[in-house]
């Protein structure tokens, strides 16, 4: 066993060599194969910064609230509504459907607003407002998110409180099923391209084999073991994959500065770590490709290369 | 696709030792049918001692490749034995046949060298794609290349040698692992006869030097005028085992 160890830093030195030798050995396929995976990873990690982005948007407004019901807002009868809206609070509390319900005073309202203005850096006009034109409102959570419909009616009906219900479930689900369209679209597109990819990897690793084919007869004769005919050709593939993660992520990093600009300005209010983001592509983008070329070059291996 | 470094299963046996005059090679009722039906060897028996240099020879066709490929564990007989050392070819696992090949040195009518290679590298690369340690490759290739007369050409391409230089290489290549057999098929076939004669030369030094050499040829003068041990192949059949020359002396 002992011996076995140190014969392995031996046996890598030969494979990486080896594959390294046989990247550039036929560099122009070699090249091609490592720009469609560029590409592909790029899709990828795009995709994958759209669905973050776009999923933390959704279940942030989806946990936030369900139904909102702005109440009139009639100057003088402030308290009235205010009175009337913990009636209907106490109505809406005893439907089984609803799990809690939040009065949001005007002020309030309004301390929300100023607290959003001051997050984004925005000057906060208000103070020159004779009145504050924020409406109260009722927030609603419910126990089962796809059944609002009792609430929306119980809300509908009472108009003498309620200028307008706002079906956030509602817009969510419309979103969601957009989203899902392009998720779906997305996934197909990935596969696709993840089989070109693989397809490219696999005629790349077979030309290697077929430029090495003199080699590989000799070392069998020689008593060169399977490990040291197969795993330079594994390298290889899992060199193009690296190369093209690598070369996905410089080119995700020059746009990241623009990009997250957009991000932060179109998700500002998103609970979205930019952290572990950043980091989960990272993982995604490396594991991708070079799991996608050692694959394709096991699967060039095993159909050219049986004994 | 075992990588080296992880051993399963039991440690393989170390060679026996080398004893006097005992059989190195054993074929015992040996049959190799192809899949396509072809018969190329039948019912061979045949016994090479340590130490021994044997022709083999026969026409296109009766079975002397087969012979070869079944004693480096190519390919595998469909009936008898093949026993190498004592050790039954067919029952050594897939990843032992790197090491029985290791045993055994062959030499081919192309040479199959790899032109980019110096003649130095070709040798090495023996060495390297079996994983011997660096500082050990470059003396055993020189001594292989001393061997067969080759130090001055170490840093020559394939494409600077006559075809005889090219040959020595190729038995360097086949010496360079110190093996107990050296198979040669044909090895003089795109030779001259003044070149054909110096390799056989060296063939025969080889076998001094106590290797076993088994060389299959069509080249009768060679075979005659040796008077060795010469196994005559016709059809798959050994039909003629004797000390003499390439044809039947009635």
Redesign the interface.
Do not use: C
């Given at each position: 066993?002992i011996v076995?160890?140190i014969?392995?830093p031996?046996?890598l030195a030969?494979s990486l060599g080896r594959a390294w030798q046989g990247f550039w050995r036929n560099a122009l396929m070699s090249l091609a194969a490592t720009a469609t995976m560029v590409l592909m990873l790029v899709l990828l990690a795009g995709f994958w910064l759209v669905q973050a982005g776009v999923g933390a948007g959704l279940s942030y407004v989806e946990e936030k609230v369900e139904v909102v019901a702005d109440l009139r807002d009639v100057r003088g009868a402030e308290d009235a509504v205010t009175v009337a809206a913990m009636e209907l609070e106490t109505r809406l509390m005893a439907d089984p459907a609803v799990r809690s319900v939040h009065f949001v005073s005007k002020e309030e309202a309004l301390a929300r607003f100023r607290a959003r203005l001051a997050e984004r850096n925005q000057a906060d006009l208000t103070g020159f407002l004779d009145r504050n034109p924020l409406p109260a409102s009722l927030e609603v959570k419910l126990v089962d998110p796809r059944r609002f419909e009792s609430v929306v009616e119980t809300l509908r009906g009472a108009d003498e409180v309620v200028e307008q219900v706002i079906e956030v479930k509602r817009l969510v689900e419309q979103l969601t099923t957009v989203t899902g369209v392009l998720r779906t679209g997305g996934a197909i597109l990935l596969l696709l391209v993840g089989f070109t990819v693989l397809f490219i990897v696999v005629n790349t690793i077979r030309l290697a084999v077929v430029a090495r084919s003199?080699?590989i007869?000799?070392?069998?004769?020689?008593?060169?073991?399977?490990?040291?005919?197969?795993?330079p050709f594994i390298f290889e593939g899992a060199l193009v994959g690296l190369a093209g993660a690598v070369v996905a992520l410089g080119l995700l990093a020059l746009a990241a500065g623009p990009l997250s600009d957009l991000m932060y300005g179109f998700f500002r209010v998103l609970p979205l770590e930019l952290g572990t983001l950043t980091r989960d592509v990272t993982i995604l983008v490396l594991a991708t490709g070079v799991g996608l070329g050692t694959l394709g070059a096991w699967i060039s291996?095993r159909s050219y290369l049986g004994? | 696709?075992?990588?080296?470094?992880?051993?399963r299963g039991p440690r393989p046996e170390p060679d026996p030792p080398l004893a006097g005059p005992r059989p190195l090679i054993e074929l015992v009722g040996v049959g190799k049918v192809y899949p396509n039906g072809k018969a190329a060897l039948q019912d061979v028996d045949l016994v090479l001692g340590e130490g021994e240099f044997v022709f083999l020879v026969g026409p296109s066709g009766a079975g002397k490749s087969t012979l070869l490929r079944l004693l480096?564990r190519d390919e595998l007989p469909t009936s008898g034995r093949v026993l190498i050392d004592g050790q039954d070819v067919a029952r050594v696992p897939?990843?032992g046949?790197?090491?029985?090949?290791?045993r055994i040195g062959?030499v081919f009518q192309d040479f199959?060298l790899?032109p980019t290679r110096t003649v130095h590298d070709n040798v090495a690369?023996?060495l390297?794609?079996?994983?011997t340690?660096?500082r050990a490759i470059a003396p055993a290739v020189d001594r292989a290349l001393s061997v067969v007369g080759l130090t001055g050409q170490a840093r020559q391409l394939p494409s600077t040698l006559s075809g005889g230089e090219l040959q020595r290489t190729a038995i360097a290549?086949a010496l360079v692992?110190e093996p107990r057999l050296i198979m040669a098929d044909e090895p003089t076939g795109n030779l001259d006869p003044l070149i054909s004669w110096e390799i056989i030369q060296l063939l025969l030094r080889i076998n001094e030097l106590g290797v076993t050499v088994l060389m299959a040829t069509h080249n009768a003068d060679v075979v005659t005028a040796l008077r060795r041990r010469v196994v005559a192949l016709e059809e798959g059949r050994i039909v003629r085992d004797e000390v003499g020359g390439y044809h039947r002396e009635d």
């Amino acid at each position: 066993m002992i011996v076995a160890l140190i014969g392995f830093p031996r046996f890598l030195a030969f494979s990486l060599g080896r594959a390294w030798q046989g990247f550039w050995r036929n560099a122009l396929m070699s090249l091609a194969a490592t720009a469609t995976m560029v590409l592909m990873l790029v899709l990828l990690a795009g995709f994958w910064l759209v669905q973050a982005g776009v999923g933390a948007g959704l279940s942030y407004v989806e946990e936030k609230v369900e139904v909102v019901a702005d109440l009139r807002d009639v100057r003088g009868a402030e308290d009235a509504v205010t009175v009337a809206a913990m009636e209907l609070e106490t109505r809406l509390m005893a439907d089984p459907a609803v799990r809690s319900v939040h009065f949001v005073s005007k002020e309030e309202a309004l301390a929300r607003f100023r607290a959003r203005l001051a997050e984004r850096n925005q000057a906060d006009l208000t103070g020159f407002l004779d009145r504050n034109p924020l409406p109260a409102s009722l927030e609603v959570k419910l126990v089962d998110p796809r059944r609002f419909e009792s609430v929306v009616e119980t809300l509908r009906g009472a108009d003498e409180v309620v200028e307008q219900v706002i079906e956030v479930k509602r817009l969510v689900e419309q979103l969601t099923t957009v989203t899902g369209v392009l998720r779906t679209g997305g996934a197909i597109l990935l596969l696709l391209v993840g089989f070109t990819v693989l397809f490219i990897v696999v005629n790349t690793i077979r030309l290697a084999v077929v430029a090495r084919s003199a080699e590989i007869e000799i070392m069998r004769l020689v008593g060169a073991s399977d490990a040291f005919i197969r795993w330079p050709f594994i390298f290889e593939g899992a060199l193009v994959g690296l190369a093209g993660a690598v070369v996905a992520l410089g080119l995700l990093a020059l746009a990241a500065g623009p990009l997250s600009d957009l991000m932060y300005g179109f998700f500002r209010v998103l609970p979205l770590e930019l952290g572990t983001l950043t980091r989960d592509v990272t993982i995604l983008v490396l594991a991708t490709g070079v799991g996608l070329g050692t694959l394709g070059a096991w699967i060039s291996v095993r159909s050219y290369l049986g004994r | 696709m075992a990588l080296p470094f992880i051993r399963r299963g039991p440690r393989p046996e170390p060679d026996p030792p080398l004893a006097g005059p005992r059989p190195l090679i054993e074929l015992v009722g040996v049959g190799k049918v192809y899949p396509n039906g072809k018969a190329a060897l039948q019912d061979v028996d045949l016994v090479l001692g340590e130490g021994e240099f044997v022709f083999l020879v026969g026409p296109s066709g009766a079975g002397k490749s087969t012979l070869l490929r079944l004693l480096i564990r190519d390919e595998l007989p469909t009936s008898g034995r093949v026993l190498i050392d004592g050790q039954d070819v067919a029952r050594v696992p897939g990843r032992g046949v790197p090491r029985l090949r290791r045993r055994i040195g062959v030499v081919f009518q192309d040479f199959k060298l790899l032109p980019t290679r110096t003649v130095h590298d070709n040798v090495a690369f023996a060495l390297e794609v079996t994983g011997t340690p660096r500082r050990a490759i470059a003396p055993a290739v020189d001594r292989a290349l001393s061997v067969v007369g080759l130090t001055g050409q170490a840093r020559q391409l394939p494409s600077t040698l006559s075809g005889g230089e090219l040959q020595r290489t190729a038995i360097a290549r086949a010496l360079v692992h110190e093996p107990r057999l050296i198979m040669a098929d044909e090895p003089t076939g795109n030779l001259d006869p003044l070149i054909s004669w110096e390799i056989i030369q060296l063939l025969l030094r080889i076998n001094e030097l106590g290797v076993t050499v088994l060389m299959a040829t069509h080249n009768a003068d060679v075979v005659t005028a040796l008077r060795r041990r010469v196994v005559a192949l016709e059809e798959g059949r050994i039909v003629r085992d004797e000390v003499g020359g390439y044809h039947r002396e009635d």
